[in-house]
Nanobody, 123 residues
Framework: QVRLVESGGGSVQAGGSLSLSCAAS????????MGWYREAPGKQRELVASITTDSTTNYADSVKGRFTISRDNAKNTVYLQMNSLKPEDGAVYYCNLDGREYRFPSWIKRSYWGQGTQVTVSS
């Protein structure tokens, strides 16, 4: 079982910055990617950014140029630096880990989620 513990978030004025971090603990055979999703009231959960173990990144168009995702593979930790925040960035941000476990004779995909952390951006 894998546990994701998020930290960071909070409240900031538009144009400000916040950073999030997420540490994974527990046992999983292989981590494919870690990332951040967000869910605003009345909206579906959406991908914000993700990063693979070889540091390939993927960003939502709405955050490109403003957010930066990074990871420390040795610590199984992923970070999200959010700059130039806008009110529409306000949401609950969830850490995600996608990986695989080996259960002979197959690899089984697993997806884990953090508990979520609130980001509020005031205009």
């Amino acid at each position: 079982q894998v546990r994701l513990v998020e930290s960071g978030g909070g409240s900031v004025q538009a144009g400000g910055s916040l950073s999030l971090s997420c540490a994974a603990s527990g046992s999983i055979s292989k981590i494919d990617s870690m990332g951040w999703y967000r869910e605003a009231p009345g909206k579906q959960r959406e991908l914000v950014a993700s990063i693979t173990t070889d540091s390939t990144t993927n960003y939502a168009d709405s955050v490109k140029g403003r957010f930066t995702i990074s990871r420390d593979n040795a610590k199984n930790t992923v970070y999200l630096q959010m700059n130039s925040l806008k009110p529409e960035d306000g949401a609950v941000y969830y850490c995600n880990l996608d990986g695989r476990e080996y259960r002979f004779p197959s690899w089984i995909k697993r997806s884990y989620w953090g508990q979520g952390t609130q980001v509020t951006v005031s205009s």
